[in-house]
């Protein structure tokens, strides 16, 4: 991790319990959506739990767009300013809106989708 401790530990629970979970070795890596210049979606798989992310990478809003994937989502995703997370549970996802230059992370547990 690349920051002081105090930045992590100033974070939502949510947050600081995914950190911890975060895996340091991958199954499996796919590329779900991208365009080099403009954004990326990438899935990681450890074990039987995926995690998602994806990067807006224009000084737009914009909607990351990828295959739908279904299960028990967690998603992290841009909040309303630059330093704030939202943080919400779903069932399935296959967009997410992006501030300019941010991104999103999602972890599913017993995923549904290819």
Same mark, same amino acid.
């Given at each position: 991790?690349?920051? =002081? ?14 950190? =911890? ?16 210049? #403009? ?17 807006? /990478?224009? /000084? ?23 330093? #704030? ?16 230059? /941010? /991104? ?9 989708? #290819?």
């Amino acid at each position: 991790m690349a920051d =002081k401790p105090e930045s992590y530990l100033s974070q939502p629970q949510e947050v600081i319990d995914f950190l =911890k979970r975060l895996p340091a070795a991958w199954d499996e890596t796919r590329l779900l959506a991208g365009y080099p210049g #403009e954004s990326v979606v990438m899935a990681r798989r450890s074990g039987d739990v995926w995690y998602v992310a994806g990067i807006n /990478g224009t /000084g737009e809003m914009r909607s990351l767009d990828f295959p739908e994937l279904r299960g028990n989502i967690m998603l992290f995703s841009d909040g309303s300013t630059d330093r #704030e997370f939202a943080i919400s549970h779903a069932e399935s996802v296959s967009s997410v809106m992006c501030r300019p230059n /941010g /991104g999103f992370c999602c972890v599913i547990e017993n995923c549904q989708g #290819e």
